[in-house]
């Protein structure tokens, strides 16, 4: 991160053990400790990406079939300058062993996904978080900063999960017969319109009280 310019880190629900050995063995990593020493440790994805008004998975895709957008890395720049609103994107990376869960990237609006050879699609977290830095970074300095002028009304991260979480217990209730998560892919799909997205719960607390 901090060779292609980006400080700001944050660690969603990090395993107690290998986190602490992250910040013991944090001088490994060459005028760069600074950045494990400030970074936000936060209990859920929303929470660490609150204040960012797009937030991007990363995956292989490996053996998965996505309902979520797939970007293309030498396109992820393009993308965020058009649908970060001017606020900051959150990149989001899965842990060393699996990747992101499907319930990870139902936090997504999209998922940015890295152009590899077909008997070897998944890399290390450390080379992928590399790639993707300095593919944003060589595209486009701000593209992580989002497009400066473009003010739109974008639903927070935990306004997104807020919303999810109340139609999917009004759904429950009434036998709607979708997962959280489902429900979390919906609410996705229309993140940049944070009025829709209160208008929808307006109406699930409406139906709920019939």
């Known amino acids: 991160m901090a060779n292609f310019g980006l400080s700001d880190l944050a660690v969603a629900a990090p395993h107690p053990p290998v986190w602490k050995e992250a910040l013991t063995e944090n ?3 060459v005028g760069a400790g600074h950045l ?3 970074a936000a440790v936060s209990g859920s994805i929303p929470s660490a990406a609150d204040g960012c008004s797009l937030v ?3 995956s292989a895709l490996n053996r998965r079939s996505p309902d979520r957008e797939v970007i ?3 396109l992820a720049a393009r993308y965020i300058r058009k649908n970060s609103g001017g606020g900051r994107t959150a990149l989001v990376f899965g842990p060393e062993k699996h990747g ?3 319930a990870d990237l139902s936090h997504c609006r999209a998922i940015i996904a890295v152009p590899t050879d077909d008997a070897q699609p998944s890399m290390n977290l450390g080379h992928a978080v590399a790639v993707v830095c300095y593919e944003l970074a060589g595209r486009d300095a701000g593209a992580t900063r989002g497009a400066a002028g473009r003010e739109k009304p974008e639903a927070s991260p935990r306004e997104l999960e807020a919303a999810a979480e109340e139609i ?3 759904l429950e209730r009434t036998g709607g017969g979708k997962s959280p998560a489902q429900v979390r892919r919906a609410v996705q799909d229309i993140a940049g319109l944070k009025q829709a997205l209160g208008l929808m719960r307006l109406l699930a607390r409406r139906a709920s009280k019939l």
């Open 168 to 170: 999917a217990a009004f």
């Open 56 to 58: 991007l998975g990363t």
């Open 27 to 29: 001088r490994a990593a």
């Open 72 to 74: 293309p890395l030498p």
């Open 100 to 102: 992101l869960t499907e």
């Open 36 to 38: 494990l020493e400030r």
